[in-house]
Each structure stands twice: as C-alpha cells, then as structure tokens.
C-alpha cells in the first residue's frame, strides 16, 4: 500500500477499526471522518469513496494476515513441510484471537457487499485465491500426492474455522480444524 498523508492513515485506521466492529453497511462516512477527526471533504478527497475506503480497509487487512502467516509459517523448520502446513493453522488461531473475534473480515465484509461489481468483492477474492496458492505451495512442499485436493480441504478448514470461531459455535474451532487437517496430511500421504 502507497504511504498516506497523517489524514489519510487516520481515516484508514477510523474505517478498519468500525467497519470491522459494526459492520460496513451500518458505519458511514459521517462517522469515519469524526473518529477520525477530519472532515467528509478529506475522507473523499483521500479516498474518493466509501467504497474506495472499503476496498482499502480490506487491502490493509490482507497484507497484515499474508504478513503475519507466512511469518509464523517461516519459523517453522523448512525441512518438516508438514509442520508448515499445520503451522498455518497455528498462526490462524493466534490471529483470530488477536484481530479477529467477530471472524473473519472478509467474510463479514462479502456477506454485507452482494454487489460482484464493488471494488472490495476483488480484493476478498484477491484474498483467498492468494491463501488457496499459499496453501497449494505448501502442500506440494510438503509432498503431497495431489496438493491442489490437499489445498481446496486445507482452506476448507481454515475458512470454516474463521467462520465457526466468529459465531462461537465450537469451543476451539481453528484446534477441531487443525486436528482435521493432520489427518488430511496423513490421507494425502503427507507426515
């Protein structure tokens, strides 16, 4: 991401910080630009758009998770690929507990944008395309015998975890997703 004026990065860290906790739809600019402590006129002339300030919120989110993951991946042993694997699932509880207690943002943030035509609908799709590649690499690192298949069931268990520990409907969504993952490794003749 470009570096912002003072302003901007306000306006940046006012649209994370709501939209991530009330939701896209129910925070408007009015809101962003006096928690931010700038006017709308600054907010537009910064971002041009609520949808532009959404798409850019979203971008933010993103290089701050592919930076943390691969990070807590890069600590495990290049040589046990498949503590790589499971290091990911590692990394998403960390992260969940950390950034995400209402789940994932993008999730949350596709369900509020219906619209295919928005420009965060590209950067949501951005992002987990990028995470089924990472995923992907990392399977193959790991020798799988198909890791496209290991990969679709590995983001399978990440995405559902996301969900599940945002609806608190499991008591530790991201470890029933890691155990799950282990045995995939195990099927996909990984371990």
């Not at 990065?9 to 006012?14: E, K, N, W």
């Not at 630009?33 to 700038?38: I, L, S, T």
């Not at 979203?58 to 993951?69: F, K, Q, V």
């Not at 799988?144 to 399978?156: F, Q, R, Y």
Request: net charge negative; with cysteine.
């Amino acid at each position: 991401m470009e570096t912002l004026t003072p302003a901007a990065r306000r306006v940046l860290d006012a649209a994370a910080e709501l939209f991530y906790g009330q939701g896209i739809n129910a925070v408007g600019v009015d809101l962003i630009a006096k928690h931010a402590g700038v006017t709308k006129k600054t907010l537009y002339e910064r971002f041009g758009s609520k949808e532009a300030l959404v798409a850019a919120y979203l971008r933010e989110r993103d290089e701050r998770w592919r930076g943390w993951l691969t990070a807590e991946v890069d600590k495990a042993p290049r040589q046990d690929p498949p503590d790589r694997i499971l290091a990911t699932f590692d990394a998403l509880g960390a992260w969940m507990h950390r950034e995400n207690p209402r789940g994932c943002g993008f999730v949350n943030a596709a369900a509020e944008l219906p619209d295919t035509g928005h420009p965060a609908r590209q950067v949501i799709s951005d992002q987990k395309h990028w995470l089924r590649g990472y995923l992907r690499e990392l399977s193959e690192d790991a020798g799988a015998e198909d890791p496209d298949a290991l990969a679709d069931e590995l983001l399978l268990l990440h995405e559902g975890a996301t969900v599940l520990y945002g609806l608190s409907a499991l008591p530790d969504p991201v470890g029933t997703a890691r155990g799950m993952a282990l045995r995939a490794l195990e099927q996909a003749g990984v371990g």
